[in-house]
Every structure is written in structure tokens, then in C-alpha cells.
């Protein structure tokens, strides 16, 4: 079965049907058959995509292909198998918590204009001892693991990363969500460079730590997130994940906002992806995520600065096959390009 075909079946049949019901019961079907990873296999030979040429290397870490998902579909780590075989080169988990979350009052998500979701789901999980049963007992063949995680204080957010480090290709750090109250005391340098210093101390070699950072719209807001941005730098952090969802104001939401992902968000990530490459200096690699939904997305996130995108928001409008048709994309943009690997094509509108 073809990515195009998968994309046909998806459009035609599947989503009109799934967008009957709400956005979290969309989910929860989506969930019964990811968790079937058999249906998946039989269509993997079509959907991935492993190309040398696609390659991104981090530290220790070969990734077959730059598209990753985005922590915030798979919540318990419940799926992986079946995501690996619709293409992903990588998938971030979670966010995981060290105990266990409700999240916000239902509803909580919502279909937006412009093929976008707004979600206030205020990161429910079964919990870090829970999740780490959920994990994959053996290395996954197609792709790497990485699992967001997050807490209300350093203590907390610690634990959680040495309870689940040991389990996983690697960790990202999310001190952006907008839906949950406390979090955001990690957007300030002081606490957030304590947190670095605590997650240094437990790192196991070769496994690397990425940021998630939030979007930034004034001045003040654009110094902070570079702030931290240096000290991830400093600290030796492996990556920046760039961005998180935008807050917005939600009345149907029962904290008053949302977070909006999706194609709306696009040209800030582009903007704030190549301003972090730029004051960086190429130094950090960046995960370009923020409505990404075609291969001509990917590439222009990849020209500011970008070495792997991160897409989730596109897999629920588009359908699975939305992978593998922009990894097969970017290796036609390539060969035009006459490029021999992604690896020429990052940063190079920076420069």
C-alpha cells in the first residue's frame, strides 16, 4: 500500500468518518488501532523510508530519517510499533510526569480553522512507574524512542527523568507546555539552570537530552527563551525542540486557554528557528516543530536551521501516509538540488 494510497484511503473513507465525533474520542479510536501494531506491519514496507541520504546523526545516535513525531499523541507510550511503520524516524513519548495526571476538565480539545487544534489538555499520563511497563523491552529496529517528561518542581522533574532515562534512546525536556499551572517556573533561567545541573548529574553517556522550548512574540520574550537557550548550550544539552503550541485564549476551555499547533503556527517556528540557529551559531541542533505539514514545510524549516522536523497536528488532518510521502518528497527535492545529504541543505538560508 502506497503512502498515496494510504493518504486516499485516509481522506475519502477514514476522516470523515473519525470527524464525526470529538477530538479526544477521534483520539481514542486513533489509539485502538495504533495499539494494533499487526495492521501496520503489512503496509511498513511501503511507509518507511531509509535512506543514507536522509540520515541525522546525533551524538551516538543514527536516525534513519529527519521526521519525528511530536510528544503529545502517544501519552502513555502505548504505540510505538505502529508509528515506526507508518514512517517515523524517530518518536517522542509522553509528556510523562512522575505521578499520575487527570490533565484539565473534558472538553479539552478542539478542530480549529486552518486544518489546526487547540488543546488544553493539561498533560494527563498514567505516570512515570506505570509508563516505563509500557516501553518498548527491545530496541526498536526502524527508528529511536525518546520520551518528553516534565514536573512541577526540580525534585520532581529529576525523578521522573531517572526513572525513565535508562528505558529510552533519549529525553526531552518540556518546560513549555501552556496548559498546566507550575511548569513555567522552568522558563526562568535560575530554576531552569538548577534543573540542568540536577539532569547532568544522572545522564548516562551517549543518551542525549533535548529542550523543548515555548514560542516567544515580544522582546522580553525573545531574550528569556535565548537565555535559555544558552545555558542548554553550556550545559551540553543535545538538542532544542522549537516550539510548543501557542497560548491562546480558549473560553471553552475550563483554565480560560489553549494551545494552538497546526499550520497557524508556522512562520513563528520558522522565525524562531533560524533566530535560535543564528544566535547559536549552528552549535545546538534544532527540532523544527510547529505546523509542518509537506515536504516544502520540512524544507524550509531545514533551511533556517532545522535538523529534524516534528510532526503531529499534520498526522491527524493528513492521515498516516503523510510521512513517508514527505520523506520520498525531500529525497526528489535533494536529488534536484544536487545535494548528496540533508546535512548540506541545514541552515543554509542563515548563512
Not at 39 to 61: P, Y
Not at 128 to 157: H, M, Q, W, Y
Not at 206 to 220: A, D, L, Q, S
Not at 274 to 287: C, D, L, M, R, V
Request: one cysteine or more; a neutral charge.
Amino acid at each position: 500500500m502506497s503512502s498515496d494510497l494510504t493518504l486516499s484511503i485516509y481522506q475519502n473513507l477514514a476522516k470523515p468518518a473519525i470527524f464525526l465525533t470529538s477530538p479526544e474520542d477521534a483520539h481514542t479510536i486513533a489509539k485502538w488501532f495504533f495499539k494494533r501494531s499487526w495492521i501496520w506491519n503489512l503496509a511498513s514496507e511501503f511507509l518507511c523510508v531509509d535512506d543514507e541520504r536522509l540520515h541525522v546523526t546525533w551524538g551516538h545516535l543514527t536516525i534513519p530519517n529527519p521526521v519525528g513525531l511530536a510528544a503529545g499523541f502517544d501519552k502513555n507510550c502505548e504505540m510505538s510499533d505502529a508509528l515506526f511503520c507508518i514512517g517515523y524516524g524517530y518518536l517522542v513519548l509522553g509528556t510523562v510526569t512522575l505521578k499520575p495526571r487527570e490533565g484539565n476538565p473534558k472538553p479539552r480539545m478542539w478542530r480549529h480553522p486552518g486544518k489546526s487544534i487547540i488543546n488544553s489538555m493539561g498533560l494527563p499520563n498514567l505516570g512515570a512507574a506505570a509508563i516505563a511497563k509500557n516501553l518498548p523491552k527491545r530496541k526498536p529496529t526502524r527508528g529511536r524512542v525518546l520520551v518528553s517528561i516534565c514536573g512541577l518542581d526540580v525534585e520532581e522533574f529529576v525523578e521522573c527523568y531517572r526513572q525513565i532515562q535508562p528505558l529510552v534512546d533519549g529525553i526531552e525536556l518540556n518546560i513549555s507546555t501552556p496548559n498546566t499551572v507550575g511548569v513555567r517556573i522552568f522558563q526562568q533561567p535560575s530554576v531552569f539552570e538548577k534543573l540542568l545541573a540536577l539532569i547532568t548529574k544522572e545522564r548516562i553517556p551517549g543518551k542525549p537530552v533535548w529542550v523543548k522550548v515555548p514560542p516567544y512574540f515580544t522582546e522580553k520574550e525573545r531574550e528569556n527563551v535565548l537565555d535559555l537557550v544558552e545555558l542548554c548550550v553550556r550545559n551540553s544539552v543535545d538538542g532544542i525542540t522549537a516550539i510548543n503550541t501557542k497560548m491562546v485564549q480558549e473560553p471553552r476551555a475550563s483554565i480560560g486557554t489553549g494551545g494552538l499547533s497546526g499550520p497557524p503556527i508556522f512562520d513563528d517556528m520558522l522565525r524562531i528557528v533560524a533566530e535560535i540557529y543564528s544566535h547559536t551559531g549552528g552549535k545546538i541542533p534544532i527540532n523544527a516543530c510547529g505546523g509542518i505539514s509537506s515536504s516544502k514545510n520540512a524544507w524550509r524549516a531545514f533551511e533556517e536551521g532545522a535538523s529534524t522536523v516534528q510532526i503531529l497536528t499534520a498526522l491527524i488532518y493528513e492521515g498516516p501516509g503523510v510521512i513517508s510521502r514527505i520523506n520520498r518528497e525531500l529525497i526528489g527535492m535533494l536529488e534536484r538540488s544536487k545535494m548528496t545529504s540533508l546535512q548540506e541543505l541545514i541552515g543554509s538560508a542563515v548563512h
